[in-house]
């Protein structure tokens, strides 16, 4: 149950980055299909981050430790804009036009998600 929250917040965070982000796009035509294209990607966002994140920190470490931890934003917003690449493979109508739409979109997903992720006490194990 807890993962389907996170999917949902995750989504919930995308759909802000579009509204607020200029280059993040969904266009899904209707409400349903623009919340099951976000859903579809908040899913790919999650799975990506699962997989190449924790390879991405154990290579890069020493950047990690050099740049007091900033190198994590630009990791995050790379990892946005292959999310956003594996989508458009799937024929989803969502795309991230360029690295800096991706460092503030990928930045906002994570405050967001953070956030919501305290308030509901998601973290708590």
Do not use: H, R
Not at 6 to 24: H, S
Not at 27 to 40: D, E, P, Q, V
Not at 55 to 70: E, M, Q, R, S, W
Not at 90 to 113: Q, S, Y
Request: hydrophobic share 65%; net charge negative; proline share 2%.
């Amino acid at each position: 149950m807890k993962i389907i929250v996170k999917i949902i917040i995750v989504a919930g965070a995308l759909w802000a980055a579009t509204q607020l982000i200029p280059g993040i796009t969904v266009s899904g035509g209707t409400t349903a299909m623009t919340a099951a294209t976000l859903l579809a990607v908040a899913l790919i966002f999650g799975v990506v981050n699962a997989v190449l994140k924790p390879i991405i920190k154990t290579i890069g470490c020493a950047f990690y430790v050099l740049t007091l931890g900033l190198f994590a934003l630009v990791v995050n917003a790379l990892l946005l804009l292959f999310t956003s690449w594996i989508a458009d493979q799937l024929d989803l109508p969502f795309n991230v036009d360029g690295f800096w739409a991706a460092f503030w979109g990928a930045l906002l997903v994570g405050v967001i998600t953070w956030l919501l992720d305290m308030l509901l006490g998601l973290n708590e194990d």
